[in-house]
């Protein structure tokens, strides 16, 4: 079993280009030429990645099912779990194709948040579970599911996200104490390139990257982190 997360990216530099490509395709990501879908926190993005429309189109369904399962099968891992219930159709349907145990920790009170006092289907005591997400943002929800299933007597081995948002999150893990590993299999700023590179979208005025925090220009890191 793997017991350290990789640094680099659960995808190759080649599969990356081919599941943006495959998100365009099933109409998973939104992006528009100036940042205006607007964040939880302070800011705007100009790119968004919409998994809820995966779920009318069994194709896609099946296209993340493929995909979240790469990191899954290179970490060997035992049980799983979501971060939202953004995943949970991908996630039961995973866990039926490749016997992987599937738990959820979910506050019955708020249908998209996995962080509150209900256990639906809890793991046992000390088992490890590996946490999937779309997409990790501030890193807000994650700390709090976290911190909510350790209390359980469960151990969060991992957190799995298919997109790295740049949006803090580092910060946050480090500021609260958080020694969970994140592995994700593409940043939002590789995205973005490759969005410009196919010409799916075109890059915003330098003076609007500057002055936008989650604004990743084609040749630089992320500004939020």
Known sequence: ???NVPLSSWLYPEEQAKVVRQLIAFD???????????????????VYLDIHNARDNPRAIRFLVDVLSIPLYRLRSLCISEVSSTLSEVLERISMVSNISYNVFRDCSQDNQLL????????????????ISDCITDGIAEVALCRRVMQLGIIPRS??????CGQGWRHLFR?????????????MHDIR???????????????VEKDNRVIVAIDGGTLGE
């Open 1 to 3: 079993m793997m017991k």
């Open 28 to 46: 998973l990501i939104r992006s528009k030429d100036e940042p205006n879908f607007p964040l939880v926190r302070d800011g705007s993005a100009d």
């Open 116 to 131: 509150g006092s209900s256990v639906i289907k809890g793991a046992t005591i000390n088992e490890e579970v590996d946490f």
């Open 159 to 164: 957190i799995i996200a298919l997109v790295d």
């Open 175 to 187: 500021d609260q104490g958080i020694d969970i590993p994140v592995w994700s299999g593409i940043t």
């Open 193 to 207: 390139r490759e969005l410009f590179c196919t010409g799916y979208m075109s890059r915003c005025e330098q003076h």
